[in-house]
């Protein structure tokens, strides 16, 4: 799988749009990028995932550049609940394949 | 509703004593996996099965080993062998759909002093 780079902290502020950046210059033309977040202590949780085209759905929005090396997922309206640890990865995404997780980007969300 | 169940949420062992941590899924998923993950630190694969019967080593099997008996359950034993047991277990699972996402469960922390 791909390597993937993420900055190790950000904070934003509560009400506003996070945007989360993603690096996977290395990525192939098979593989998906995944978010996940996880809250201390929880399971991570899935969030989205992507193959070129831009994707939305109730949590956020992901956005994937046309040479697929960069990614970014848009929490719209940050809440403070959102604080949490959010990894981006690139994974074939062939049926029963695993995941290989980097070290995320921890996000405060500030009241 | 259905999700992945891990027991218990804390456990505690005595060196030396091999100890088994519990997933079971009722997600109808094929593929299951055991993550470990250290304080501060991403998630390490420690083994997947992609159905029934069968299962691979991930990137620190040594000093672990699991069983997948039945499509729900994927049991992982920490045994005596593992240098340094102490972490956050978790289990996930994922269906047959290509790009079919991995689900989490909320995870074992085990304690051997």
């Known amino acids: 799988d791909a390597k993937t780079t993420q900055p190790p902290s950000m904070d934003c502020a509560e009400g506003r749009a996070a945007n989360l950046p993603c690096n996977h210059s290395?990525?192939?033309?098979?593989?998906?990028v995944y978010w996940y977040r996880q809250i201390h202590s929880q399971g991570p949780q899935y969030i989205i995932h992507?193959?070129?085209n831009n994707e939305t759905n109730e949590m956020a929005s992901l956005i994937i550049t046309e040479d697929r090396k960069s990614s970014t997922l848009i929490l719209p309206h940050a809440t403070l609940r959102d604080t949490a640890v959010y990894y981006c990865?690139?994974?074939?995404?062939?049926?029963?394949?695993?995941?290989?997780f980097g070290g995320g980007t921890r996000v405060l969300v500030k009241p | 509703d259905g999700g992945i169940t891990q027991s218990p949420k804390y456990l505690f062992r005595k060196e030396g004593q091999n100890v088994t941590l519990s997933c079971e899924q009722n997600?109808?998923?094929?593929?299951m996996y055991w993550y470990r993950q250290d304080p501060g630190q991403g998630l390490r694969l420690i083994y997947y099965s992609q159905i029934v019967n069968d299962f691979q080593k991930g990137d620190i099997a040594e000093g672990y080993s699991v069983s997948r008996e039945k499509k729900e359950s994927f049991p992982l034993t920490v045994t005596s062998a593992q240098k340094n047991p102490t972490a956050f277990y978790l289990c996930a699972s994922s269906g047959t759909a290509y790009n079919s996402p991995l689900h989490f469960g909320n995870g074992t922390r085990l304690t051997v002093t």
């Open positions: 990865i690139v994974r074939v995404g062939a049926a029963g394949n695993k995941l290989t």
């Open positions: 997600l109808n998923h094929d593929a």
């Open positions: 992507g193959l070129k």
């Open positions: 290395t990525i192939s033309g098979n593989e998906y």
